[in-house]
């Protein structure tokens, strides 16, 4: 098809009448009035992302040909942006996930650390209670 064909070379394809061209003809019964078709590649920085195709029954003029080449550029570029917004998306979603799981990790380690100082905390005053109550005893006699 000459969206096929476009998609695989990225070049713009016109024909005179799609129902009698060779390049295209097949499955579509031929009208009496020539079908001219145009189908322009939708190109963006990675290359051909679809195809706008445009058929019609009259001629097209050079200056409709430039309009629709330029709805075609103006597509690709849409098309391109919105598959690089869905893809900002993506990375926002996987770095908030991380941020998420590095923030519970950070909350239990603090609450390990709490737990460690005050375990370390009371097993020292323990026997330091000891001495300074043997220590006030020898000062006291």
Do not use: C, W, Y
């Amino acid at each position: 098809s000459a969206v096929a064909r476009t998609l695989r070379d990225g070049q713009p394809v016109f024909a005179g009448d799609l129902d009698r061209d060779p390049r295209f003809a097949g499955g579509r019964a031929a009208s009496p009035t020539p079908v001219r078709g145009l189908v322009l590649p939708l190109t963006s920085g990675s290359g051909a992302v679809g195809a706008m195709a445009v058929e019609r029954a009259g001629g097209f003029a050079p200056e409709a040909r430039a309009m629709a080449g330029e709805i075609a550029l103006h597509l690709g570029l849409a098309v391109e942006n919105a598959r690089l917004t869905l893809l900002q998306r993506g990375f926002a979603e996987e770095l908030e996930e991380k941020v998420a799981a590095a923030t519970e990790r950070l909350r239990q380690l603090d609450q390990a650390k709490t737990e460690f100082v005050s375990v370390v905390a009371h097993e020292m005053r323990t026997p330091l209670t000891a001495l300074q109550g043997f220590t006030i005893q020898t000062f006291d006699q």
